[in-house]
């Protein structure tokens, strides 16, 4: 994927001591050694200068790091560590950070070869809050050096969204359509962040695309249009004014995101685009989309916001859509209920349909074709509504998940593991048939309850653990990074008589 960062964790190993130097550093090669046969080589690098016993020891380990190129770090301790050191070496690295700690490999060695890590983290977590320092500490954080280099894995998808949002800007154009007050919410929150964004209005974007007409690079746009849609072009003479269109985007994009390095965009697409432009942005969003440049309807900022996290997380494609309607009974009754799923079995309130008129990847659909926007059709002339990429999402694991901003700039954020089901969906616009364990709970308790707007981001494939990091560690509290219950824990609001 584009449009997000490559991460290389520095390994740096520390020992208190009155230790022996040498459990550090053989652990720490173990560690190395264990990675590089497991995973990818380049996601890591060895700190070789020195084990971090000192101050000055820790200047000169984050000298190296950063002159290896490293924008994460793992502090790992060999043996018990020294606390002081090492967590000034966590405050003092610009970037995501990482905590875990050696187990002991033998009862046959537990005299001079016993390291007592186990202790130290938790006198390294102590000294973190002292001094104010977040870092991602796994579940376990404390593991032989297997277990250890699959920690160091898991962490690499919060750091590339963690470094990813430090260096992200978002570009927005108009304001919310009239009666969309939904994806309303305070942009102060980005700035707390650490993310920029720049607001335009849709007629600045209007007169860049203007100028972009007859622009010579438009044909071979279409090119790839046609071979991407192949026998879904079903409207080839709105291929021209789409290309114009994501020409104007990107030009935009390279033009605008100045010091920054990564970006998202969000536009007003109705209803006086389509009058206008003489078609809908639908088909261009979801091919940005695919090559990791996020770009959400409606002006909806969180929404873009949690796309790029996603695409961080994930390093794959995501999409935005409308929690839209519900699943029609007999649709359930025929192709849902009783059916086992991969030894799953839903009930009628797990199901719902997720729409958006037509900005799904076509990487991501069983099967795509160029449409016109129904909906904005009833009320607009047909042939100034094409652009929409109509099919059934593909089935298979997903993440529902959204970081919003309530009115009074908190953040709060939800996630939920489901699928999409192998069920024809007999509708329009890019959409799939849902299922999500005690959906209907969910919907109640966290959705309504929690004020959430109509807009998830969707990512595919399950990935709430890396995404639950990532909200903890941007700060925002545990209480409020919301899931969908067993029904063995009722949430706060929940009737009980119910």
């Not at 919060?158 to 009239?178: Q, Y």
């Not at 999402?393 to 593991?417: E, M, N, V, W």
Request: glycine residues 8%; charged residues 20%.
């Amino acid at each position: 994927m584009m449009n997000i960062p490559k991460i290389k964790v520095g390994i740096v190993a520390v020992s208190r001591d009155c230790f022996p130097e040498s459990l550090s550093v053989n652990r720490r090669k173990a560690l190395v050694e264990a990675y590089k046969a497991q995973y990818n080589a380049e996601d890591i690098y060895e700190c070789p200068v020195c084990i971090v016993e000192s101050e000055i020891h820790m200047v000169q380990a984050l000298e190296d790091i950063k002159k290896a190129g490293c924008n994460a770090l793992c502090v790992y301790l060999g043996n018990f560590g020294p606390e002081i050191s090492e967590t000034l070496l966590a405050k003092h690295f610009e970037g995501p950070k990482m905590f875990c700690a050696a187990a002991e490999e033998s009862q046959n060695d537990l005299v001079q070869g016993r390291g007592d890590a186990y202790c130290g983290m938790l006198n390294a977590s102590y000294n973190l809050k002292l001094r104010n320092t977040k870092a991602y500490i796994p579940e376990y954080p404390v593991g032989d050096a297997a277990d250890c280099a699959k920690m160091i894995n898991e962490f690499l998808p919060i750091a590339r969204a963690l470094v990813g949002l430090s260096k992200l800007k978002i570009i927005s154009f108009g304001p919310r359509p009239l009666n969309f007050l939904a994806c309303n919410a305070p942009i102060k929150a980005l700035y707390d962040l650490g993310v920029e964004i720049e607001e335009n209005s849709e007629l600045d974007l209007f007169e860049s695309f203007n100028a972009h007409a007859n622009d010579p690079r438009i044909p071979d746009v279409v090119k790839d249009m046609e071979a991407e849609l192949g026998a879904g072009n079903n409207k080839p003479t709105i291929l021209p004014k789409l290309a114009q269109y994501e020409l104007t985007l990107l030009d935009w994009v390279e033009a605008h995101k100045g010091y920054r390095e990564y970006v998202a965009l969000t536009g007003k697409c109705w209803p006086a685009f389509q009058t206008q432009f003489g078609c809908v942005p639908c088909y261009v969003n979801s091919r940005l989309t695919g090559r990791g440049i996020p770009v959400s309807c409606e002006v909806d900022i969180y929404g873009t916001l949690s796309e790029f996290i996603g695409t961080c997380v994930s390093d794959d494609i995501v999409t935005l859509l409308d929690i839209n309607n519900s699943v029609p009974k007999d649709m359930y009754e025929e192709a849902i209920e009783g059916k086992d799923f991969g030894g799953k079995k839903y009930n009628f309130t797990d199901t719902f349909m997720g729409f958006h008129c037509g900005n799904t990847c076509s990487k991501k659909l069983s099967s795509c074709s160029m449409e016109y926007q129904m909906i904005m059709a009833r009320n607009l002339p047909e042939e100034v509504t094409q652009g929409t990429l109509e099919g059934d999402i593909a089935p298979g694991d997903i993440t529902f998940y959204r970081l919003q901003s309530t009115a009074d700039t908190k953040l709060r954020a939800y996630i939920a593991h489901g699928e999409v089901l192998p069920v024809a969906t007999k509708s329009f616009g890019g959409i799939g048939v849902f299922a999500i364990p005690e959906m209907g709970r969910f919907y109640r308790h966290v959705l309504i309850e929690k004020n959430y707007p109509h807009h998830g981001a969707v990512a595919f494939g399950h990935y709430g653990k890396a995404l639950y990091e990532v909200f903890k560690y941007l700060g925002v509290p545990v209480e409020d990074i919301n899931y969908n219950q067993p029904k063995s824990l009722p949430y706060p609001t929940e009737n009980p008589f119910a």
